[in-house]
């Protein structure tokens, strides 16, 4: 083996061919050294300290102040266009007292920053901005007392400026750098450090501009897909036509004699072409993969969607069971909803860039989960974790599991093989589409009961739903894994258990109903890929739950908003219906006729952070039965607000990202393969869409614990749309999408 060779660790052979090199490259080796390469999530080591300070509970880890002054923060969590990178540095901001733009953040970067696990379910502020916050304020805690004992004064008699000084009662000043310059932050945090007063907050809950927007505003290197190496490769995999097929005569041979390819590389049914240009790359992949293939997986569900899940071995778990006797019933009603298997649409194609280089592997990946990346493409390549650093770079678009860790992965075996110059591998549109993991179709049945006093009497709920969760914690969790020799076993599907829950997310309704039984049927079969798309579960079991209750309030002939205070014990529920009413109108809507119609939706995500009401008038149009959203109106909770424009941003883009997902999105498939391959197939939300207005009432909750903003409205969005057509036209549709053709048949019209 050559020297060249020896440093990938990978045992491979190079043949000269054309002037591409073909190189074959085995896995087999490495697997003695797997087994110890695996995971090593964040352990909690401080259970008394807040959010992620759990388990990094060293404030050198957050926060460095160099003897000039220069701060420098450092955060686990990922910009992923949520604005998150904006609201933690406000949060930092505040509790150091210092102006945002004196501080240097850095986030998301295995070599550097906390591991904070995932960037995902609305845990960033609630679990990053905690720690931040109370990191700052245990530092500015330290710098106090440390000028205190130069004064000897008593430390509640200082303050801090503003700007990186502690204030004596007479004057003095001492600056943050000299401070620091004689202790050390490499100390544990604690748990109840003194926190700025919200009636002085200078930062936290202010517009601050976002940070991440210049780039994308101006043609800067916003995205991953932006990066340029000096002398990178441009790569792409040669495939089947989406996930759970493969090519089988793949024509290598010609892809190889084509100008500017560099290799060629195949390991069992994976691989791909590396060109000097990314244009020689593109044309390469085609001619190789001009070739029949085969499906190597179950024939799709054509004939019965989502419905087959109703059908296949399942897992029962009991959610919730409040059975209190009561059986007293006047009228019930029993329905079911469904949801088919979504696309995350994601704008930007996965693209990841990687570099072997001196015995180590550097990625650029825009997952959300950049901690177990690094750890995971370590165990598929064969290199400790340590030698393996990833650095969050953002993509255009994605809330979920889609292409991100894939193509990482990918770009790391290929790296491997060709040290020394970075390799730049982005997907297909085509095969974005086909080889994600979607977002889990879902099917809920609901009996609800109501009783002589038009109260629910008993509220019996299933849903049945694969796993929404499939992230690569070690090797076998990347579609590649499937893919080489010898292949990885798929890992087994797994719950995630409540209170977070997957499927059964929002199962568990917040109202106070008598005698709820609550299941979710667990089905670890999955006829597609799929893994976590925003919100999870909790999308369609707010939809169904929040259209149930409509049904109900229907038969008990009360107003929708009425039925769910008289079931809503929750103040700061009953606060966001009521806001969100009041600004909405709701007491002066126009009521249905035949095209015009308003609905409302209500859920707190997860039952555990944001609260959020909507409330929504639409319009049908009679001839093609779309459905045109002419205002909506949101009101939300999220405790204290980091950034109240980075909420509204959250909020406004659930909702219509909802929309899109409620009116308009569903992957479509023959027996062998995905169909839904370009925006002409799979349409989303155009612009022409958008509501005519969307306005966003923030609750003003100073000094309160974050909650998680990114996820609240998708349910509440879909479902107050699907209460509004109900209202329009009488006719309750129960399955997604609610597409003009299928609203076109509910409401009798042809052609």
Not at 150 to 167: C, F, I, K, Y
Not at 248 to 263: D, F, I
Not at 288 to 301: I, K
Request: aromatic share 6%; charged share 20%.
């Amino acid at each position: 083996m050559s020297a060249r060779a020896k440093q990938t660790g990978l045992s491979r052979r190079q043949a000269l061919v054309g002037g591409g090199l073909l190189v074959a490259f085995s896995l087999s080796g490495l697997r003695p050294a797997l087994a110890v390469a695996g995971p090593k999530p964040p352990k909690v080591t401080r259970p008394d300290l807040p959010g992620s300070l759990k388990t990094n509970p060293v404030l050198d880890a957050w926060v460095r102040i160099d003897p000039d002054g220069a701060t420098t923060v450092y955060s686990g969590k990922a910009e992923l266009g949520q604005g998150i990178r904006t609201a933690l540095l406000q949060v930092i901001a505040e509790e150091l007292d210092l102006p945002p733009a004196t501080i240097r953040f850095i986030s998301a970067d295995t070599a550097h920053t906390p591991d904070e696990g995932l960037t995902a379910a609305s845990h960033s502020m609630k679990d990053g901005g905690t720690a931040l916050t109370n990191a700052g304020a245990n530092v500015r805690m330290i710098l106090t007392e440390a000028a205190a004992k130069q004064w000897r004064l008593p430390p509640e008699s200082l303050a801090t400026s503003g700007d990186g000084h502690v204030v004596a009662p007479d004057g003095r000043r001492l600056g943050y750098g000299l401070l620091a310059a004689s202790l050390s932050l490499h100390v544990e945090a604690v748990p109840n450090a003194p926190r700025r007063d919200p009636a002085h907050y200078r930062t936290l809950g202010k517009h601050l501009p976002r940070i991440d927007i210049p780039a994308k505003l101006t043609g800067g290197q916003a995205f991953v897909q932006d990066l340029r190496l000096p002398g990178m490769l441009h790569a792409r995999v040669v495939r089947g036509p989406s996930y759970g097929t493969r090519l089988t005569a793949p024509n290598l041979a010609a892809a190889r004699r084509m100008p500017g390819v560099v290799a060629v590389m195949q390991q069992g049914d994976f691989a791909a072409v590396v060109a000097e240009k990314e244009w020689q790359a593109i044309q390469a992949m085609r001619v190789a993969q001009d070739s029949p293939f085969e499906r190597t997986m179950p024939p799709l569900p054509v004939a019965d969607g989502p419905h087959r899940l109703q059908r296949l071995p399942h897992r029962e778990i009991v959610v919730l069971d409040t059975h209190d006797g009561r059986t007293a019933t006047a009228h019930t009603i029993r329905a079911t909803y469904s949801r088919p298997w979504l696309s995350h649409g994601s704008i930007g194609p996965s693209c990841s860039v990687a570099w072997a280089n001196n015995g180590g592997l550097t990625l650029w990946s825009h997952s959300q989960g950049i901690f177990d990346m690094h750890r995971a493409v370590a165990h598929l390549v064969g290199l400790p974790a340590e030698k393996v650093r990833c650095i969050h770079s953002p993509s255009a678009g994605c809330y979920g599991q889609n292409g991100a860790d894939d193509v990482t992965a990918e770009a790391g075996l290929i790296a491997m093989a060709l040290p020394g110059r970075p390799i730049r591998l982005q997907w297909m549109r085509e095969q974005e589409f086909g080889w994600e993991p979607c977002g889990a179709g879902m099917v809920t049945k609901v009996e609800a009961a109501l009783g002589p006093d038009n109260r629910v009497s008993h509220w019996t709920y299933e849903v049945w739903s694969n796993t929404h969760n499939t992230r690569p914690t070690d090797a076998a969790g990347y579609a590649v894994s499937r893919q080489v020799v010898p292949p990885y076993p798929e890992p087994a599907p797994q719950p995630i258990p409540m209170p977070e829950g997957d499927g059964d997310r929002n199962a568990n309704p917040l109202y106070a109903f008598a005698n709820m039984d609550v299941r979710y049927h667990f089905v670890s079969e999955m006829p597609l890929r799929v893994s976590a798309l925003r919100s999870l579960g909790g999308h369609l079991n707010v939809f169904s739950i929040e259209s149930m209750v409509d049904e109900l309030a229907l038969v008990a002939g009360a107003d929708p908003l009425d039925f769910r205070m008289a079931h809503m014990k929750d103040e700061r529920a009953r606060a966001a219906m009521q806001v969100g009413a009041d600004r909405f109108g709701w007491t002066r809507r126009p009521k249905g006729d035949g095209r015009r119609g308003c609905g409302m939706a209500f859920a707190q995500y997860k039952n555990l952070e944001a609260y959020c009401a909507v409330f929504m008038e639409i319009e049908v149009e009679r001839d093609t039965g779309a459905i045109a959203v002419r205002r909506v109106q949101a009101a939300v909770d999220v405790g204290q607000p980091a950034s109240p424009d980075g909420v509204r941003n959250q909020v406004e883009g659930g909702i219509i990202q909802s929309l899109s997902w409620v009116t308009t999105e569903a992957v479509t498939f023959d027996v062998g393969k995905r169909t839904t391959f370009d925006w002409g197939s799979y349409p989303i939300y155009r612009f022409r869409n958008v509501p005519g207005s969307i306005d966003v009432a923030i609750l003003d909750r100073p000094g309160q614990p974050f909650l998680g903003a990114g996820e609240t409205s998708q349910g509440p969005a879909s479902a107050a749309l699907a209460n509004a057509l109900a209202d329009a036209t009488g006719t309750r549709i129960r399955d997604m999408p609610l597409s003009p053709a299928k609203v076109k048949a509910a409401i009798g019209l042809t052609g």
